[in-house]
Every structure is written in structure tokens, then in C-alpha cells.
């Protein structure tokens, strides 16, 4: 029988405005490498980080939560002049933060 992958939990949050900070630049830094720069990129990154932290002041550990939380709320920002839209950028958000944790984000493992 195949095993459900289980579910990754951060650890609690020491200091959610210096996680929003790292996310920020870490998140800015992933997308002006994937695609050439683009000035609405500083305020992509900077909402997604806001979302973050406002999630792990509120406890949220869970990374699904994390991400579907960045998904959503991304939703109304306008990626008019941008290459990415809500779930790629919920995408790197979470790829980073698993990077940060030392988790291979390759093929389930």
C-alpha cells in the first residue's frame, strides 16, 4: 500500500517579521533569476512575504496552509505586468522554504 506523503510543518515562529524579511529577498532574488527583472517584482515579493508573516504570527505552521493562504490572498494582486500569477509565485514560496529546511523537493522524497 502506498504511504500518503505526510504534511511539513515549520517549526513554531521565533521571529515571523525576520522570516518575512529573508522570504522577501530569497522570493525576489528567485524571481528576477527566472525571468529578466522586472520592476513589479519588488511588490509581488513584498506581498508575499506580508501574507507569510501575517500567517505565522497567527500560528500557522503548516506549509499547505502557508501556501494555499499566499494563493488566495495573491489573488487580487494585479499580475498584469508580470510572467507570473498567484500559484507560481505560492509555488517558489514554498520550494524555498523547503530549501531553507534542507528538504529535497525532488520527485516526493
Sequence with gaps: MVEPIPN???PPAQNPQQEGIWLEQALL???NQEFPP???NTQIAHRAAQIFV???MEDEND???LVMAIVTEMEAFDFSN???GQFAIANAVSDLLLDSLGIDRCCGQ
Design 8 to 10: 511539513i510543518v515549520l
Design 54 to 56: 501575517r500567517q505565522r
Design 29 to 31: 532574488n528567485w524571481l
Design 38 to 40: 522586472e520592476q513589479v
Design 82 to 84: 508580470s510572467f507570473y
Design 63 to 65: 506549509l499547505i496552509s
